[in-house]
Each structure stands twice: as structure tokens, then as C-alpha cells.
């Protein structure tokens, strides 16, 4: 072999080295971004409640925002997103006339995102999104409700929802149904399924607790 093919050979050495070398930096700028994603982004959502009711940001899909009017239609009134993420189905329930239309979400960072979309959209002054932790908002007054949370916590929220909701209101849920709960409709396949329950039907069938049964 003479000079000029080891001088090919180490550049091709050469250049394998620095190529595996730069994958793991690339690796690694990766993972630092997925830590700063979620300790300034998400983790903030998540230090004030306890580990059995945390629930991870997912967004919902147009699918699933459709389902949810769809459910919705021709009811009026107050409509209220616990657990409102980056607030879409909250502007697109204005979109639809319900007012007031609130979101409640204890991240601060997704608060901000939610008022963005709103400004872009317009309707920056015609929706609320409030940092609050879903356990401690009252619900008296709401009479349509969505909820996109983990099933770990449907079973408490029913509790919640029996206790504060009036009887002519109708809860919305998505991704997962309410675990005791009868549905009155069913809207949709797979993950853009959506389940409607309306609040007086509930009562009449004998669930006055989480851990009630339909008679």
C-alpha cells in the first residue's frame, strides 16, 4: 500500500470517528431538550398536585374537538374544559356560541399558549383561561363540561361532578369514559372516541357516589 492510500485510509477513519462523535452529541443536545421541555414547560403544571392526580398535557386531535361539539350541540350556556391544556376545545366551543366558555389548567405555560391562539384567532376577549387546579374550581354554575384526563382520576372526578353539577348539565369526555357512569350517547372510534352524560340521568339511576353502581 503506498502513502496516498494510508492517507485515504486515515481520512476515512478519520471521518467515521468524527461521525459517531457527532451522533452522540446529537444524542445528547436531544435529551437536553426533552429535560428543558419538561422542567420548564410541563413539570410546573405538575409540582403543586400529588402523583396519583397528575395528568400528562396531551392535545386533543381535530377528531376529537369535532366529537366533543358534536355532543355539544344545540345545548347553550356556560362551557367549561377541566384540565384545558392549550385550550382549543375552549376557543372552539366559542366558535360555537358558548358563553361564557372558561379553561381551567394549573400549567402557567400552557396558559400563555392557550391566550396566544386566542389572540390569533380573535377571541382573545371572549374566552378565559385561568390557572387553577381542577379540584378546587366550583362548578355550580356550568352546564356543559369537557374533560380529556388519565383514567386514574375519572373515578374521583365523578364524585366531584355528582356533588357540584346542576341536574340539566352534560359532561363530555374524551380519550377515556367515566369508569361508574351510563353514558346517554357515544360519538366517534378509537382514539377520537367521545362519551356524553347528562347529569339528571346519572342521578335517576342511582349513582350518588363514585363507587355507586346503575341500578
Request: aromatic letters at 8%; proline letters at 6%.
Amino acid at each position: 500500500m503506498n502513502q496516498d492510500d494510508l492517507e485515504d485510509s486515515r481520512s476515512q477513519l478519520q471521518g467515521q470517528s468524527v461521525g459517531g462523535w457527532g451522533l452522540l452529541k446529537m444524542a445528547g443536545c436531544c435529551g437536553l431538550a426533552s429535560y428543558a421541555v419538561w422542567a420548564v414547560i410541563l413539570m410546573p403544571g405538575f409540582r403543586r398536585v400529588p402523583l396519583k392526580l397528575q395528568v400528562p398535557y396531551m392535545p386533543a386531535s381535530s377528531g376529537q374537538v369535532k366529537n366533543v361539539m358534536a355532543l355539544l350541540h344545540g345545548r347553550s350556556g356556560k362551557m367549561v374544559d377541566l384540565g384545558s391544556g392549550d385550550g382549543r376545545i375552549v376557543l372552539e366551543a366559542c366558535r360555537h356560541g358558548f358563553q361564557p366558555a372558561v379553561g381551567y389548567e394549573l400549567n402557567p405555560w400552557l396558559i400563555r399558549l392557550s391566550r396566544f391562539y386566542a389572540w390569533r384567532a380573535g377571541y382573545s376577549s371572549e374566552v378565559s383561561y385561568l390557572r387553577s387546579d381542577l379540584w378546587k374550581v366550583r362548578l355550580h354554575d356550568c352546564s356543559n363540561i369537557s374533560v380529556f384526563l388519565a383514567p386514574s382520576v375519572l373515578e374521583l372526578l365523578e364524585a366531584k361532578l355528582l356533588a357540584e353539577l346542576p341536574d340539566g348539565a352534560r359532561v363530555v369526555t374524551g380519550r377515556f369514559p367515566l369508569p361508574t357512569w351510563a353514558p346517554s350517547c357515544i360519538l366517534g372510534d378509537g382514539a377520537d372516541r367521545a362519551w356524553a352524560y347528562d347529569v339528571q340521568s346519572v342521578r335517576q339511576a342511582g349513582l350518588s357516589h363514585p363507587e355507586g353502581k346503575a341500578a
